[in-house]
């Protein structure tokens, strides 16, 4: 049995009833698909600022009509403590995903950044413990690493945030660690690394880097890089965060209030190198699209220069292992880009 197997044998035995934050959004709308695919019974929370019914729509097309009964969708905001409440009500398991991700958006806005990803995430805390929920997983991020040089990436050593977006996950940390800590409730943030896959939003100023460039070397435009395309990430494909969600939410293991782990493949990926995947896997599918060649632009303020993981905290405590390598995961995004996105028709 694969691990994903093993948890949904565990779940259907057991069904738990979840809520999940930011279900319409891009990783939200993954666990929302896979908990309901296991017959779970699931609630979702989301305002629509960045989140698309679209994806919900997909999530419904991949179930079946019971399975899509078994979902509640609660249309309202983490930043009011009330809906946080109604949301949490009768809920065993709470996976936070809601904030305003984008380091560049919280530059341009840092207290639109802070009331969601701080005020809001003490407030699905605050709920969740007057709920009784038995834990909370919530989405923090690689960006906690700050201006910490070390390579890989360790858990117990971070440095300076180097943004708002930064800030409020170093916050978000350290109010989970302090809810167990002077409340009892159970949480383990998850540091994602890079997630890309089907239903990452490719437009707008603050869009992630692979369905940006997906979407504009599809429509035969240039690239831009920022810096020298030397610049690394540890690209994750979002089946597994799933999977890293799913395993946090189910561990029986007794762990210290705070408890944080790096979710990603482990593996670095240069800018270039991704810029040179992409147009590989385009070229395979689309042999007459013309994929010009990157634009290099300035360093980007608040960027990270490299960013890499070390896993083993996760595969040790958690038993988490990546499903997916960024090529496997690419070659699936791709398919979700290629009929999705608008494109010239093969020629
Ligand atoms: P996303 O923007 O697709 O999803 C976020 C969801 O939260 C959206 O559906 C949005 O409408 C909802 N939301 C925002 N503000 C809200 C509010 N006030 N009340 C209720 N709902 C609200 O982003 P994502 O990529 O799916 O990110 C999910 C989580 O993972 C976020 O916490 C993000 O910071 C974190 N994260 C993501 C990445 C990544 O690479 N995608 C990396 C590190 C951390």
Known sequence: MTRMEQLE??????PRRWLITGAAGFIGSHLVETLLKWDQPVRGLDNFS???KDNLREVQKSVNARQW????????????????RRACAGVDLVLHQAALGSVPRSLADPLGSHAVNVTGTLNVFHAAREAGVHRVIYASSSAVYGDHPDLPKVE?????PLSPYAATKCINEIYAGVMQRCYGLPTIGL??????????????????VIPRWIARLMRGETVEIYGDGLTSRDFCP???VVLANLL?????????????????VGQRTTLNELHGLLCAHLHQARPNLKLPPPAYKDFRPG??????ADITQAQQELGYEPLETVTEGLARSMDWYLTHLDLPAPQ
């Open 238 to 240: 979002v089946i597994n």
């Open 50 to 52: 960045t989140g698309k």
């Open 9 to 14: 044998a565990r779940l259907r035995a057991q």
């Open 191 to 208: 540091r994602y690394f890079n997630v890309f896959g089907p239903r990452q939003d490719p437009e707008g100023p603050y869009a992630a």
């Open 303 to 308: 960027d990270v220069r490299h960013s890499l």
């Open 248 to 264: 946090a939410a189910l561990t029986e293991k007794e762990l210290p209030p705070g408890r944080v782990y790096n979710i990603a």
């Open 156 to 160: 117990a050593r971070t440095g300076q």
């Open 69 to 84: 009964g078994q979902f509640e969708l609660l249309e309202g905001d983490i930043r009011d403590l009330e809906q946080c």
